[in-house]
């Protein structure tokens, strides 16, 4: 298929729309999922992901099978990985009657994406638990910081001192921020331009905003202006990647689990359940269900 045949209707056996981290179809992060027996061109899959609209949408191949491609797209550039469609994903897939663990060859590494289901619903409806890449930090370049308080329009003393500025890695690189108050991460607003410009430059996939409401629950929001997105409303890849930095640097001791909320302030609510053992990959968690 090449981008000239591209047509997209809502009767494609091959495309489906789930919303991730959710049970509601209005909430979550929605993805486009696209299965076949073999991937398209990366033409073909832009353009796919750009019509479809979401943040991401992945793509896996073959469509049966413990090992699988997979590949993540959002409406403007190829990402490396992204948590919210892996999960969507497995979702899909376990909706469709499969289980146990499957393996998934991404860009960054191989991922492994476990299927089960929730016992304890009343729908049975499938869990999709994915183990991240080794994580990973690194100290901010001189002046990012500065730079992306300006654009969030945040001060310096309205920072957590207790979570200081990472730049973490679980398959894609996010700038953590951790605020002290709620309300702070409630008034969100940033040029998306000059956000996206400046993110780019130091090649980061989304801004990690955390907001601390108890030892291990946290709030979050993730501006995501180089994939097209104002705001991602959950984020598989950064919760790993926040999660491992916890553990890493020393400020949760592991074993231990997290719940992640997203995408309130945006009117979609989202859980991001998350497992980090004492070494290794992060463990996110999710449910998914269909839209339209």
Known sequence: MSPADLTL???DP?????AAFTTQPGGGNPAGVWIDEDLPSPDTMQAIAAAVGYSETVFIAPSAGPRRQARYYSPLAEV??????TIAAGVL??????QGR????TRVSEISLHIALDAGSDTHSPVAS?????????PLPPDLLGETLALLDWRSDELDPDLPPILAYAGAWHLVLAVRERARLSALSYPFDALKALMLKHELTTLQLVWRESATCFHARNPFPVGGIVE???????AAAFAGWLRDAGLMAAPFALRIHQGEDMGRPS????EVPVSGGIVVRGRGVAIG
């Not at 490396?80 to 469609?85: L, M, S, Y």
């Not at 499957?102 to 060859?105: A, C, F, K, Q, S």
């Not at 991602?232 to 950064?238: E, I, K, L, R, S």
């Open 130 to 138: 994915l183990t991240s890449v080794a994580t990973a930090q690194r």
């Open 9 to 11: 209707n809502s009767e």
């Open 271 to 274: 859980l991001i359940e998350v």
């Open 102 to 105: 499957l393996l998934l060859d």
């Open 232 to 238: 991602d409303p959950a984020t598989g890849a950064a």
């Open 93 to 98: 897939l376990g909706q469709r009657g499969e």
């Open 14 to 18: 091959r495309l489906a729309r789930i």
């Open 80 to 85: 490396p990985f992204c948590g919210h469609a």
